[in-house]
Each structure stands twice: as C-alpha cells, then as structure tokens.
C-alpha cells in the first residue's frame, strides 16, 4: 500500500493570510517536516497550488513557499477550491499506486477540506495531519478537525510521520 503526501496552497499570499489556530508559518514549517520526511522513505510527495482563473496576471506571491518543491515531487496548478476538479491529481496518484493520502496545507476547511472530500469520493483512505493546517478562524478548523474529517478519515499530527 502506498501513501502519499498532499500539500494545499502553501503559497506566501495564502501563508501571510491571518490563519488560527497555527499561522502560516508554523504550517509551513510542519509541512517542510513532513515533505522531507516522506522523501527520505521514498514515499510521493504532491505539491497542489491554485492559479485564479479569469485574470490576466496572478496576484504576487502565488507561486509556491521558497523551498517547498523538491526534484521528484508532483508538482499540480489547480483553478478550483479542491485539487482534484481541475487537474489530473487522481491519474497521478493511481499512477503512483497511492491508496491513502495524508493531507496538509491551507486553508483547513476549503482547499484541504474540499480535496478531502473528493478523494474518499474516489475511494482513497485519507489522513489528515491537523497540526500541518490551519483555518481562517481556530473555531472553523477545530470544528473539522473534530467533527467533519473523522467522517472521512484518521485525524494524525505532524510527529506521526516523522
């Protein structure tokens, strides 16, 4: 059984946002942590970013985290909330033979939430790392982290992975 590493928007604009209970940084770094460590086990990493659609020049500080994306990792552009909508993150990941994902990235409950949903949709097993993610508002993300994400799958921390 292979798992893989998915991380959500992990870009400057969306790490400066004002995020609870963790800011940007402290997931950035927890999801460095976490990417190092499924590399070194040989396990995938896959980088999904969001590109706006319907504008003619992305807003500064859309690209990803300086640092974040190493040689190997699946690198994806989505244009919707979810990664998997809009690119080919599902093809990708059965090329892989993944059969769990472990989720982390910004924010809690839209890009990983909705990613989240998607891929127990398609039958992957999902784990979700809830100290390498964090929410416009703590309440929101502990509310998922507590209530919804165990509808879908394993609610872990960073430490479990490294």
Do not use: W
Not at 65 to 71: K, S
Not at 85 to 91: E, G, N, P, V, Y
């Amino acid at each position: 059984m292979t798992t893989a590493l998915v991380l959500i928007d992990l870009t400057p604009h969306i790490i400066a946002l004002p995020l609870a209970p963790y800011t940007g940084d402290e997931v950035l770094k927890r999801c460095l942590d976490l990417a190092n460590a499924f590399r070194v086990q040989g396990r995938p990493v896959i980088q999904v970013r969001v590109d706006r659609p319907h504008v003619a020049e992305q807003p500064p500080g859309s690209d990803f985290a300086p640092g974040l994306v190493q040689h190997g990792d699946v690198v994806l552009v989505k244009c919707s909330v979810g990664a998997f909508a809009t690119t080919d993150l599902d093809a990708q990941l059965r090329k892989l033979g993944v059969e769990t994902v472990v989720l982390g990235g910004l924010v809690t409950t839209m890009g990983v939430e909705s990613t989240a949903r998607a891929a127990s949709d398609l039958g992957y097993e999902v784990e979700f790392v809830a100290d390498a993610m964090s929410g416009t508002a703590a309440e929101e993300h502990d509310f998922a982290v507590a209530k919804t994400f165990p509808r879908f799958g394993r609610v872990t921390a960073t430490q479990e992975y490294l």
